[in-house]
Every structure is written in C-alpha cells, then in structure tokens.
C-alpha cells in the first residue's frame, strides 16, 4: 500500500508570494491532517479535513487555508507568505473514524520564504 | 490544560547500552500515546499506540513503551542501542477522543555513541 505522498518536497518563495502544497492520503483515509514544523514551535497543528469538510482547527491565521476532494486529497494554501511562514509542512492521513488508528505522516514539503 | 512534555531534548547513549526516552502526559481522562521517530530528511514514522488494550506495548524495531497511569507516564526504552537509532522521537497524544488533533511533545533528539 502506498504511504502519504506530499508534492513539492521542496519549495522557495518570495514573501507576500503565495503557495498551494498538495498531499495525497493512504489508500482508503477519509481524514488528512497538516501539521508544521519549526525549530522554535516544534510541531503544531493547522487542521483536519475528513469527508471534504474541515473537522478541526488549530490557532492559525486566515492566510493559511486547506481543502479537501472527493478522493480525500488534500491542499493547503498560504497567501501572503511572511518570513516566518519557513517551514517543514507535514501531512497526515488516517481512517478518521476514531482514535485507535493512528496518523500517517508523508515526509513533508520544506517551504522557504526569503 | 492538555499537554505532552518530554523530559530531556537531547540525549546521548552509547551502543548496546539502554534508552530510556520519557515522556509525561497532563490530563484528567488518560489520553491516546504515540511514539513517533523522525529521521533527518524525512516525515513522522510511527513506532507504537496506546490505546488502553495493554499498558506494555511492543514497537518496531526492538522499541516498548508502558503506559502508566499513576505517574501519567508513557516512557520509551530499547534494551540495546544500535547506531540507526539515532533520530529524533516525539512523543503525542489525542486528547479528544473524535477530534483528530494529535499534541505532540517538543521531541528528543537521540545520538548514539559508538
């Protein structure tokens, strides 16, 4: 079974520049998750698509958004990108119906913002 | 308020020696756990769960964790370590039973001497 595929792996922008990452779950996930990763913040949730809806939300600003298809991919979008924005953006997929099954991390794309 | 800590954001053991990661939970319901390990490069893998079926619980590669409520604890331990083991762990947990936003801890970076 293939894991969770992010696109780009890597990425460098301009800031006030805005980019659109793209994930691609677990065969037969409903659930996809972002999460990012920084040195000073270590890893914080952005939030949870399940069934094309957003389920969850972490403590972002508007400028970071996501969807989700039909066939459970996922996209996220920063507009507006601030030097801060530098990051490993992770995504996750799980069945989403409960607990139990634990999220599967993609080994995520690295956005530079200069 | 519900948190993750992970005690010791460096440690260093020798090979074939013991690891002992540890990782504390804060939370009125006893939450769902993971161990997950990060090589440099790459997304979150998942060594073991949680989830209230056993207090032992058995990994991947040679890794075991115990669940224990009384000192709201979930620590990781290797009997022996080997130099692929050197990576970075984190420690999470989902709090919410129904919302898929896992809370990680600020993760241990792992250095096996030779």
């Known amino acids: 079974k293939a894991g969770v595929t992010q696109t780009p792996r890597y990425l460098i922008k301009t800031r006030g520049q805005q980019v659109t990452l793209s994930c691609s779950p677990i065969?037969?996930?409903?659930?996809v998750s972002w999460y990012q990763q920084t040195p000073g913040q270590g890893l914080q949730f952005l939030f949870e698509?399940?069934?094309?809806?957003?389920?969850n939300k972490g403590n972002f600003p508007g400028r970071f958004s996501g969807r989700q298809f039909s066939n459970s991919r996922s996209e996220m979008n920063v507009s507006t990108l601030e030097l801060g924005d530098s990051a490993l953006y992770l995504c996750?997929?799980?069945?989403?119906?409960?607990?139990?099954?634990?999220?599967?991390f993609g080994n995520g794309t690295r956005l530079t913002v200069t | 308020a519900q948190s993750v800590t992970q005690l010791g954001s460096h440690v260093s053991v020798s090979e074939g020696a013991l690891v002992l990661l540890r990782c504390n939970y804060s939370s009125s319901v006893p939450p769902y756990l993971f161990w997950y390990v990060q090589y440099p490069n790459q997304g979150l893998q998942l060594l073991l769960k949680y989830t209230s079926a056993a207090t032992l619980v058995k990994g991947i590669n040679g890794f075991e964790a115990e669940f224990k409520k009384s000192e709201t604890s979930f620590h990781l331990t290797k009997p022996s370590a080997h130099m692929s083991d050197a990576a970075e762990y984190f420690c999470?947990?989902?709090?919410?039973?129904?919302?898929?936003?896992?809370?990680f801890g600020t993760g241990t970076r792992l250095t096996i001497i030779p």
């Open positions: 698509y399940f069934s094309e809806t957003q389920r």
């Open positions: 065969s037969g996930h409903r659930s």
């Open positions: 996750a997929s799980s069945l989403g119906t409960d607990n139990n099954s634990p999220l599967h």
């Open positions: 999470a947990g989902f709090f919410n039973f129904g919302n898929e936003k896992l809370t």
